[in-house]
Structures are given as C-alpha cells and as structure tokens.
C-alpha cells in the first residue's frame, strides 16, 4: 500500500505568518500517513530550533521538499548565485538527514527566471546530487512549470547529460503544460518503468493550457484532472513510491481546514489499485 502524505505547505503559509508551530496538531488531526515537509526561505535564521521542534512532533517525514529559491540562484548564474545555492541546499540536506527523510524534492528551475537559463541549472545539478548523496538523501527533481520550454523537454535534456536522475511528478505542473496525456504515453513509460519517477503530489488544476492566473493548487475533484485514469496507469506500470497532497487548505485569514484534507486522503486511498 502506497503512503498517503500531507505537505505541510498546504498548512501553513504567508496568511499564517508560515508559523511552524501550527503543524503541533497535525497528528491529532489528520488521517495521513506522514509528512512532505516544505521549507521556506524565512527560516533559514532558525534552522536549528525548527528541527528540533520538528523532531519534538515525532512526525513521520519521509520527505523533504526543498526550499524553492535555490533554482532561481542557480539560474542568476556566477560565483555568489551557485555558492548561495549549494550552502542552502546542503542546509536542507542536512535537516531532511535529521528528520530522517528519504527523498528531496527540488525545484531544479523556479521563479521569474524559471528554465530560461537551464544550462546553469543543469550543470550544478551533480554537485547537488553528491551533497544529496552524502547526507543520504534520494534527490528528485520536480516537473514544475516553464517559462521558456516544458517540464518533459527539461527531463530529457537532464537524462540525457545524467542517465539515471530521478523525478517527482506533480500532475498539476503537468495539467498546466498540458501534459496529462504524454505522461501516460509509450514513449515515455520509461520514466515509470525504469525507476526514475520516484515521488508524485497528487493536485488537481482548474486551468486551461499556461494558464498562469490559475495556478492555485487544488484538492483531487476540484479540477479536471480524471484521476481515475492516473490511478489506472499506475497499476499498469506497478508504481511502487508514495503520494503527497499539497492542495492548499487554509483561507486568506489563515485558518486551516483539516477535513478538505482527510476527504482527499480518504479519496486516494480508494482509488488504490
């Protein structure tokens, strides 16, 4: 049976003040099976005391989503962009090491400069896999959106200087690009079968293609993905790694509703195949 996580960026965010201290409930409250723990940018002032109060929930985190500046300092290029990328990355290393985390996920490309400069990003990227190595971290890189390109152009070109980089599919990245339907195509079921989808997060999308003033993420059946046809390919290529579901699921006033979440864990694990 696959675990069901929750990313904890689905709970806290700017309307919260990124608080932390709000997952204190979350195993009282939600019905999942662990957590993505999402790291932000503001807290890397505090890194210590956030994972030892991490380390005080006694939470299940078998994995990390990295903090998402780090594509953008790698995209801006030179001596100050790659150093600041590598001292940050190794800083998430290392706490996901302490969690006791088995898979990063990372935003290889991100933010205004997105993939517009991807040959930066993809020449550090084996210098992010060894630091990942070294703290025994499994590093997958995320399918998230482009601004210049696709997310399955910039896998095959990381495949094809890397052959055996691994990969976290987010459907919503890929409903955004639309996407959906080459995932399941022949030609890429390589990517399943092979081992190199290691992670998925489970989001539903209520945009049209590069819709970029709806890229809110989205519980499964708020939008239109058919889920049923996901579930249905992953038996057929015997997926065998965990869900996380990002969906937001905290208003503007920052109150978290904890019942949209256990629906939709509730929901994938009836889809289980």
Known sequence: MHRVLCSTGALIGRPNGRDYRLLAPCA????CDGYEFMMYSTW????????????????FIPVVHCEKSIGESLSAGGGDGLRQALERFQINCQLASYLGAEKMVLHLWNGLS???FFDRNLSAYPQLLAIAQRCGIDLTVEN???AQEDPLFR??????????????????????????????????????????????????YGGGYKDWQNLRTLHPGQGSIDFDRLFTHLSLV??????TVEATSFLPDGVIHWEDLNRTFAFLRAHQR
């Open 28 to 31: 009282d409250k939600l019905r």
């Open 44 to 59: 890397y002032d505090q890194t210590e005391e956030l994972a030892r109060f991490l380390k005080g929930l006694s939470l």
């Open 114 to 116: 997105s993939d517009q």
């Open 144 to 146: 998230v959106v482009c």
């Open 155 to 204: 896998w095959r070109q990381l495949l094809s200087a890397y052959p055996g980089a691994h990969f976290t599919y987010d459907t919503k990245m890929a409903a955004f690009h639309g996407q959906i339907e080459d995932m399941y195509a022949p030609e890429n079921r390589f990517l399943w079968t092979q081992g190199h989808i290691r992670h998925l997060h489970l989001n539903d």
């Open 238 to 243: 015997n997926y065998q790694g965990d869900y």
